[in-house]
């Protein structure tokens, strides 16, 4: 609404002071004219021309023309008909000032031609000065301001009661929840009531507020929106389950968004079909939020794991010690433990690549025996592993047979003998075998004579591993004969021409090599010599021919001869001169 303005009047305080010109009069800003309402300029005394005018004002200015000044005395101009308003609901109050065409003592833009000020009437009426805007689901509304006004929708609070109550009730989905009643009277928020917790509890579209005071009539709100809560659901990854069990119930994780406080999700999430062992996946199912929410749901894959089943019965077979960890299984008795009911003829055990070792090489009951490359077989067999079973044997000790090898000895007037050990062992094993004694079955010397050994025992790192089946053997050896050789006792003989000679008294002939206790005599041999006739010291002598006899003869060998030396002395001679004659 316009008010129209008493005034403003210009007086010269001397004739010309208002110069001939355009002159313009503008409103302060936050002001209109009313541009309907023509404005009228009139002369009061002086010659100044033109003596009135009419002008059409602009929004915020208006012009008017001298087209004389005053020469004769001071001139009165008087304005009509100016209209003005504010432009806003709180104008700040301002100056019209002047502009264009001199006039003496006044500054443009500055010197003030009339102060407006906007002042308030009486409350007659409540609105909204800030209107709800649309929000999503859950949040508060931004905030929405209801004042008072006057007729003309200036904020007023004039006239206003202490108490006044402003109650804000929704038209649309759901309840305005929070606190929507203030006091706007002078004695709480004189003139103004913000409302900054309110929200709506139900999405809708098309929403107003009503806003009821206690004395004034209600107003409504512009229309406004609740949206969906956008919320993001994660089927939370990594879960699985072991063939054969139930499906857990599916966990997810809210990635974005949160539900109100006192809303919770509806449903379940599901899964796609199957129950081999696969990945599957996940899916929202019957998983809601309610109509409040905007639900994006972001699957993921729910695994079915193997079941693990265990052997049953399977053995390893006792073994004689060899050498080697290898052992022999057996699955003749063996079952498998924790097959799924339907899947018994499905899943087999599939031995033929397995293998087995004992937990060490050594002799030993009970040993650990540790198997591999056990798998499964059958149509089912893809839901299942299974653990290599673990069993026990005994390795026995192997048995053992030593052998003996006669060495063969030179005659030596007793029985006793050495052999050489041998035994079937395993190549590289560390055993070896002794004895306490051997013996040939009598002293005389022979070929293929028995020796009987005794007292055999087995040492060295692996001769536990092994079981000695005797402690005594039989073999054979030589005694072979004792060679012997002869010395001749010989008397000197004094040079007789010929290579005889005789023994001396006592022990013509000596045999060396007796075993001393044995009964061996020579005999004298059929010849002997020099080996030539000269005289000599030290000469050898050989008898040959001779002949041993005695018990223990047989045991010893003998070529019949012996030497020894002796002297040829040279021989005396006589000579004698035979008396004789000759013819001169």
Do not use: C
């Not at 000065?129 to 929708?153: A, I, R």
């Not at 579209?205 to 209600?218: E, F, H, K, L």
Request: no cysteine; proline share 4%.
């Amino acid at each position: 609404t316009f008010t129209e303005l008493s005034g403003p009047a210009l007086t010269e305080g001397t004739a010309g002071d208002i110069s001939a010109g355009s002159h313009t009069i503008s409103l302060p800003a936050g002001w209109e004219f009313d541009t309907s309402s023509n404005i009228t300029v009139t002369k009061f005394g002086s010659n100044l021309t033109p003596n009135s005018q009419t002008v059409a004002p602009s929004a915020d200015s208006f012009t008017f023309t001298v087209t004389t000044a005053s020469t004769n005395s001071g001139a009165t101009l008087g304005f009509s008909g100016l209209k003005v308003r504010p432009t806003g609901t709180a104008p700040s109050p301002g100056e019209m000032t002047h502009s264009g065409a001199t006039i003496a003592g006044v500054t443009d833009g500055s010197t003030s031609f009339g102060t407006l000020i906007s002042v308030a009437g009486t409350v007659t009426k409540i609105a909204f000065t800030t209107q709800p805007v649309t929000t999503v689901y859950g949040s508060n509304l931004s905030s929405v301001v209801v004042k008072t006004q006057d007729q003309f929708s200036n904020p007023s609070a004039s006239g206003l009661g202490a108490t006044e109550t402003v109650t804000l009730t929704l038209n649309g989905s759901g309840t305005l929840q929070g606190a929507p009643s203030q006091n706007i009277g002078t004695g709480g928020g004189n003139g103004t009531a913000t409302f900054t917790d309110l929200y709506v509890n139900s999405v809708g579209t098309g929403n107003t507020i009503t806003a009821t005071p206690s004395t004034y009539a209600p107003v409504v709100s512009s229309s406004f929106n609740i949206t969906p809560l956008p919320i993001t659901v994660t089927a939370t990854a990594g879960q699985t389950k072991i063939y054969g069990q139930a499906d857990p119930v599916f966990a997810y994780n809210v990635a974005s968004g949160a539900l109100v406080s006192g809303d919770s999700f509806i449903g379940a999430l599901s899964r796609a079909g199957g129950d081999t062992v696969a990945n599957y996946a996940i899916n929202q199912g019957t998983l809601d939020a309610g109509t409040n929410y905007s639900l994006t749901f972001v699957p993921d894959n729910f695994s079915i794991t193997a079941k693990n089943l265990t052997i049953s019965g399977a053995t390893a077979v006792n073994k004689v010690y060899d050498g080697n960890n290898t052992a022999t299984l057996d699955f003749t008795s063996a079952s498998l433990v924790g097959i799924e009911a339907g899947d018994t003829e499905n899943v087999t055990i599939n031995s033929s690549s397995a293998s087995g070792v004992f937990q060490g090489t050594d002799v030993g009951t009970g040993q650990t025996v540790t198997v591999t490359s056990v798998v499964l077989a059958g149509s089912a067999a893809g839901n299942y592993t299974v653990s290599q079973p673990v069993t026990s044997a005994d390795i026995t000790p192997r048995p053992l047979t030593v052998t003996a090898t006669g060495v063969d000895k030179e005659y030596d007037r007793t029985t006793s003998a050495t052999v050489n050990l041998s035994s079937d062992k395993i190549s590289g094993d560390d055993v070896t075998p002794s004895y306490t004694s051997a013996s040939f079955s009598d002293k005389t010397a022979a070929d293929g004579k028995t020796v009987s050994v005794s007292g055999i025992s087995i040492g060295g790192a692996k001769a536990g591993n092994y079981s000695l089946q005797n402690t005594e053997a039989v073999t054979t050896a030589n005694i072979t004969k004792k060679s012997l050789a002869a010395t001749l006792n010989l008397n000197n003989k004094m040079y007789d021409g010929d290579t005889s000679t005789a023994y001396s008294p006592g022990e013509h002939v000596v045999l060396v090599g007796v075993v001393p206790g044995d009964t061996v005599t020579p005999s004298d041999g059929t010849s002997k010599s020099f080996s030539d006739k000269n005289v000599g010291t030290d000469k050898i002598v050989t008898a040959v021919g001779i002949a041993l006899s005695g018990a223990d003869a047989s045991n010893y060998v003998f070529n019949g001869t012996g030497t020894g030396t002796a002297d040829i002395t040279t021989r005396a001679i006589t000579v004698t001169a035979v008396t004789d004659t000759k013819t001169y």
